[in-house]
C-alpha cells in the first residue's frame, strides 16, 4: 500500500488512500483463506502486517495505517517489491501474488530490476492504479495551514498525477 503524501489526493473520493483501503478491504472478504499481509511504502517499506490468516487483525491494522506512519516521505514501490518478494520467498510457496495499491508515484529504486526478481521468485505482480490522470494539487500536511498548496522549487502548485506506466 503506497503511503506517500500524494495518496492523499482527493481526485476520487474521498482521496486515494481512502480508495485504495477499500479495495484492501474487498480483498480480504473475497479471499477468507488466504494469507494476506499489509506492506506500507513511501521512501521506505514497511512490514505492517505480516502474512496471517487472520483477516481481522490485517483490517485493524489497514484502518490505522496513514500517510504519518512511514519514516520516510518519498515513493520507492521497488524497494517494496523487494521486501514483498522477500517475504513471500520465505513461505516456500512456488506462486504468490503480489497486489500494489499506489497512483504509481516512482521516485527511487531500480524497479525494472525487482520486477524481473519478483518473476524469477514465482511472485506476480497485480498493480492497480489509484487516482487519475488529470490528477488534483497535493495537500498540505500542516494542521495549521491546510487549505495553503505546497509549491515546487518553480513556486508553483504541486499536482499528482496517476502514473499508469508505473
Known sequence: ?????????????????????????????????ERIGLIGFAGTPNLYAPLTVDHRAVRETVEQVDETWP???????????????????????KNNALVILSDGEKHEGDLEGMISEAERSGVYIIAIGVG????????????????????????KPVISRLQTEV
Open 1 to 33: 500500500l503506497d503511503l506517500s503524501r500524494s495518496m492523499r489526493v482527493k481526485d476520487v473520493k474521498p482521496d486515494r488512500l481512502s480508495q485504495a483501503k477499500m479495495m484492501i478491504y474487498e480483498m480480504l472478504d473475497a479471499m477468507p483463506n
Open 132 to 155: 487519475t490522470e488529470d490528477g488534483d494539487y497535493v495537500p498540505n500536511p500542516s494542521p495549521e495551514f491546510p487549505d495553503k498548496r505546497i509549491l515546487d522549487s518553480n513556486g
Open 71 to 93: 519514516p520516510v516521505g518519498g515513493s520507492d514501490i521497488a524497494a517494496a517489491i523487494h521486501l514483498a518478494t522477500t517475504t513471500l520467498k520465505k513461505t516456500g510457496q
